[in-house]
């Protein structure tokens, strides 16, 4: 998304005064912080145990634990992506995909 400032102005060296500035500031986007290929390996006692490979940066592996429930609901059975993401304010969030 763009924010546009009309400014009027002048003095600088080579305008006269009086010229139309346009000034266009790019507003800080969202940026994908880390993203992952997930595997569920099983799911016992409402707890699916998950395998997370890292996809662009240092390829690791990590493993754990996540609310069976809150997969099914996304429509997650077995492959899915993750994606750490840095929103505009900051705040980090976990957006998790069906992988088809």
């Not at 060296?13 to 569920?40: H, K, M, P, Q, Y």
């Not at 993750?82 to 995909?97: F, L, Y």
């Amino acid at each position: 998304m763009l924010t546009i400032f009309l400014c009027l102005g002048g003095g600088a060296v080579g305008f006269s005064l009086g010229i139309l500035w346009l000034l266009v500031v790019n507003e800080r986007a969202e940026i994908v912080l880390d993203e992952f290929e997930g595997t569920v390996n099983s799911i016992a006692d409402g707890i699916a145990r998950v395998t997370l490979c890292e996809l662009n940066r240092g390829n690791d592996t990590f493993y754990g634990e996540y609310p069976a429930a809150e997969l099914e609901s996304l429509g997650i059975h077995d492959r899915f992506c993750c994606k750490t993401i840095q929103q505009r304010d900051g705040a980090v969030r976990i957006e998790m995909t069906p992988k088809d």
